[in-house]
């Protein structure tokens, strides 16, 4: 058997004990992946450093600090999350227990990306624990320093049956792919995403893909420009434009570009300084590959602010493109660099038709003081997300589903919803052998009469809670009344 057969095998042996269904037991390894965190801080983030060349505070605000928030939620929550969930009842049912249990579905492969490789990574994970599942995961091998702290020291907080670390490349993965899982979790592109699909399907297994794609960003000429400028700006240059739901390109009126230039190159000197290269927070490109892919995609469109660069240091400062046109080769693929084109177009109305023709993407942004033209854009598009006036900051709550639409990816995840992703959501109806009488009217010999009482069983609509409402103030008023009869005709 191969490494990776064996730790799938290890797993599902792991997972038929029952252990990890038992809800103290992944509270258990909650607090422990918790621990790893904090005790295993420095070799996450020097990781990081060798492989992205993020700085300390950056890994931590984009890596671990988003995966304590979601530890410590999922820590507190997981008892109410396990719990039968009650559910409305109708006339058949009123007498009955009717209820939602999630369950584990079994074992579950996690495949990461490289470009937020803890967060990514760990987080399907956090939800696979908590959902009672036993998990293999699969890292980046983009990162080779995050992939190699992750199997040598991920074993030795967690159970090393269960959640078994698998690294290695292409070949590795498809070793995996090859297993049967109840579930797969996949990170990463959408060319990538279909051959995963495509491996599921063998076994007939589920699958989250959020992947990528070209998440449009729209200025509305009613704005405060320095300010949706300091944010875009933000949300493009953060781990050098390699971020999944990066404003990928900027709509807006032809009369604003110059202004909108102006005011992103003011908010690249204020968080990069004039020299970006020499800047801690600055990150690089992951390796030259994608270094040669970004540059090339420059080629046909004309630099307004930035367009440095070092091969040999995988450098490209912030970039801006000006009037770039649709058929640029920037617009033909997810940028997933620190460029960022502007689109010169007729208004809110055209850019609509224009995001519509693209595929749907992970993420869109409106900026605009104007709410119609927010719900304008929410109601006449689709994507994955929505944010206006912000980029990137719906990431961080954890009460909002993540995850992509179409191209960009399907399924959840996120606090509880990376729960529900990985658990079966079971319907349980609970009856008990008594009412027979009620039940008649289904059984042979089938008439007009039965039928007329199965009409309105099925399709008569109570209100339930009203109806409990007037008991419970039925019931008060008794009481009431008693009272007042006790204390004056009695006292
Ligand atoms: P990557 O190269 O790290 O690949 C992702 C995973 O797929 C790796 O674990 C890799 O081993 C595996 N893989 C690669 N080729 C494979 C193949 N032929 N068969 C089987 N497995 C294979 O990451 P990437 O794809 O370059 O990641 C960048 C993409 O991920 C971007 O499109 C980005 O938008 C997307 N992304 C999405 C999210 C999200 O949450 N939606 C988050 C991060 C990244």
């Not at 399907?124 to 998990?135: Q, S, T």
């Not at 009613?222 to 390699?242: D, E, I, P």
């Not at 030259?288 to 240091?313: C, P, W, Y």
Request: proline fraction near 5%.
């Amino acid at each position: 058997m191969s490494r990776e057969e064996t730790a799938v095998a290890k797993a599902r042996l792991a997972f038929e004990t029952g252990r990890s269904k038992c809800v103290d037991y992944r509270i258990h390894q909650l607090k422990n992946l918790q621990r790893f965190l904090t005790e295993c801080r420095q070799e996450i983030c020097l990781a990081i450093k060798k492989d992205l060349n993020k700085s300390e505070v950056v890994c931590e605000l984009f890596e671990t600090l988003g995966l304590e928030e979601e530890l410590g939620l999922a820590i507190h929550r997981v008892k109410d999350w396990a719990a039968p969930r009650p559910v409305e009842k109708n006339l058949m049912t009123m007498a009955d227990t009717v209820y939602v249990k999630a369950e584990p579905l079994g074992v579950v492969l996690i495949i990461g990306a490289w470009n937020y490789p803890w967060a990514v990574t760990l987080q399907p994970l956090i939800g696979a624990i908590a959902a009672g599942n036993a998990a293999v995961v699969k890292p980046s091998e983009v990162c080779v320093h995050t992939a190699k702290v992750m199997e040598d020291l991920l074993p030795l907080y967690l159970d090393k049956d269960l959640y078994p670390v698998v690294t290695g490349g292409v070949s590795e993965t498809q070793t995996l792919l090859q297993q049967k899982f109840d579930h797969i979790f996949y990170t990463g592109n959408s060319a990538v995403g279909k051959l995963i699909m495509a491996a599921a399907a063998k076994h007939l297994t589920p699958v989250t893909l959020e992947l990528g794609g070209k998440s449009p960003c729209y200025i509305d000429s009613k704005c405060n420009l320095a300010v949706a400028c300091r944010r875009v700006a933000w949300g493009k240059f953060t781990n050098c434009g390699q971020t999944c739901i990066a404003p990928d390109y900027v709509l807006c009126e032809p009369g604003m570009q110059k202004d909108i230039i102006q005011e992103i190159r003011k908010a690249i000197e204020e968080f990069y300084t004039d020299d970006p290269k020499t800047c801690p927070d600055y990150g690089r490109i992951i390796n030259q590959r994608h270094f040669k892919r970004i540059m090339n995609l420059m080629e046909d469109s004309t630099v307004a602010v930035g367009g440095d660069n070092d091969g040999d240091d995988c450098f490209i400062a912030p970039t801006v493109l000006r009037d770039v046109k649709p058929d640029a080769k920037v617009m033909q693929e997810e940028i997933f660099g620190p460029l960022l084109p502007i689109l010169p177009i007729g208004g809110l109305d055209e850019a609509i038709r224009f995001i519509n023709k693209g595929e749907k993407p992970l993420a869109l942004y409106v900026f605009s003081d104007d709410t119609k033209v927010i719900k304008k854009m929410r109601d006449e598009t689709s994507s994955g997300g929505l944010l206006a006036n912000d980029c990137l900051v719906h990431y961080s709550v954890s009460s909002l589903p993540f995850g992509g639409v179409g191209n960009s990816g399907m399924g959840c995840y996120h606090g509880k919803h990376t729960f529900d992703q990985l658990s079966h959501l079971r319907g349980c109806l609970i009856k008990r052998l008594r009412m027979e009488a009620v039940n008649k009217m289904r059984y042979p010999p089938h008439t007009e009469k039965k039928l007329g009482w199965a009409r309105f069983f099925i399709l008569k609509k109570f209100n339930f809670r009203f109806f409990g409402k007037l008991l419970l103030v039925s019931v008060l008023a008794l009481f009431f009344a008693f009272f007042i009869q006790r204390c004056f005709f009695h006292g």
